[in-house]
């Protein structure tokens, strides 16, 4: 089965000409959101292609034993996606101009939008009842999100009511700031004749990531630096300054308190605190090279054994950690696998749902992956955006009560929600029905 398409905006990709855009792999970071002309982005070229690892391939072929389709779209904002992120029953956008949004999974119903910083909001995480955002104006600011009729149950605070947004903090916090300004030792230099406290993000706030107990927030920005915040009182404890060589788009946190980051210098950096020495800061313990272009994208499996990473190559590579030797004060052991090859141009964004990968792309498109046994195979190719997919995620549709596709599937299949935000300012919700791992085999 193929797509069922229904009747989509026609919001043309030249809705975005007044605004500020991202160029994950512009070596100036600086000027980056003004530099790209988004009638002929030369960022969203295709980038000389990852030639020197294999590609992953599978002998299996799908034929008849999936569908997908398209359930709905709609459009948040008046300006392109540059976030979203899934939580519960909402769906909650960023947007280009500084809108945050957040919307019903199950009729798109706007619960309410708040105006947040200048310039693009460029990561979104929840925790509980708090949002964190990043922005292109080099903050971090946190909210707490409730419902703003008091006297109604969780259930209609998901589903009916428009939900408040009461900002808690923004990071650095005023306290933050003037404890670290009196010392010199706290300060900084970020150009010539210039300086400020290290708990500053000094350029654009790319990505966000919350351990697994949701204690920190780890924030990696375009200055090259990655950052730990403490979720009770937002205090910044650590700042790894020159990171990376170039800007740092994407990170991403394995349930062991690794921490990857992704950076337009072409590598991926590991990084962890070695506990049995006592060490109370993060240390750099794996560096990974094998791209061509800048990473724009990581996601890791559920177990952390496998890293993805995403890139302008039009390449994703697929890296196996091996755990064996693997201590708190050794480096760890993480080898390629292979690539998964097929978009025709950068790949912007990714998400991993218990087996599935799901990649979005300049290329307008969102291919859907699928990994047993380290070997993979294209599931779906989803097509309907008319421009780049910039942000992505997904869920298994056990967890939500959208609307299912039609199918008469019954028994031994999982089916999965998609959802992806495009350049074109929609958001489009798809699903996907795939047979278990048995049926594979």
Aim: charged share 20%; with cysteine; hydrophobic share 35%.
């Amino acid at each position: 089965m193929g797509i069922f398409i229904m009747e989509c905006h026609q919001t043309s990709f030249s809705c975005n000409q007044q605004d500020n855009h991202d160029d994950h792999d512009h070596r100036d970071s600086s000027d980056r959101e003004d530099q790209i002309d988004l009638q002929y982005p030369s960022y969203f070229s295709s980038q000389r292609s990852l030639q020197s690892i294999p590609s992953l391939a599978s002998n299996f072929k799908p034929q008849n034993h999936y569908q997908f389709c398209l359930i709905s779209d709609f459009k948040p904002h008046s300006t392109y996606l540059s976030s979203l992120t899934l939580a519960g029953k909402l769906v909650f956008t960023g947007s280009s101009d500084r809108e945050i949004g957040s919307w019903n999974i199950n009729n798109s119903h706007n619960n309410n939008i708040v105006l947040a910083g200048n310039g693009a909001v460029k990561s979104l995480v929840v925790s509980g009842d708090k949002l964190f955002s990043a922005h292109q104006d080099n903050k971090i600011r946190v909210w707490k999100i409730e419902n703003e009729h008091e006297d109604s149950n969780r259930d209609d605070k998901n589903n009916q009511h428009a939900m408040k947004y009461t900002r808690l903090a923004t990071l650095p916090t005023l306290g933050d700031r003037a404890a670290k300004l009196l010392l010199p030792k706290n300060q900084v230099k970020i150009r010539r004749h210039k300086s400020c406290t290290w708990v500053h993000h000094v350029d654009t706030v790319s990505a966000l990531a919350l351990s697994p107990d949701d204690r920190f927030l780890y924030s990696v920005s375009w200055d090259r630096t990655l950052k730990l915040w403490r979720t009770t009182d937002f205090k910044c404890l650590e700042s790894i300054t020159n990171a990376h060589d170039d800007a740092i788009n994407a990170v991403a946190l394995s349930s062991d308190g690794v921490v990857y980051t992704g950076s337009a210098d072409r590598k991926i950096k590991a990084w962890r605190k070695r506990i049995s020495l006592g060490d109370k800061k993060h240390s750099l313990v794996c560096t990974l090279e094998k791209h061509n272009s800048g990473i724009n994208a990581l996601a890791l499996s559920n177990d952390g054994s496998f890293l993805y990473s995403g890139a302008s190559d039009r390449s994703i590579v697929v890296w196996e950690r091996i755990f064996e030797n693997d201590s708190e004060d050794n480096t760890i052991n993480v080898v390629v696998l292979g690539a998964l090859r097929g978009h025709g141009k950068a790949i912007l964004c990714l998400a991993v749902v218990e087996d599935l990968v799901f990649s979005g792309s300049a290329d307008k498109t969102v291919r859907v992956w699928r990994g047993i046994e380290r070997s993979y195979s294209c599931l779906a190719v989803l097509e309907g955006h008319t421009g780049p997919i910039k942000c992505l995620t997904a869920s298994s549709s056990s967890s939500s009560t959208v609307e299912d596709c039609d199918t008469t599937s019954s028994g031994g299949v999982n089916s999965y929600v998609i959802y992806s935000g495009g350049l074109d300012c929609l958001v489009k919700v798809w699903q996907i029905i795939v047979p278990n791992n048995q049926q594979f085999l």
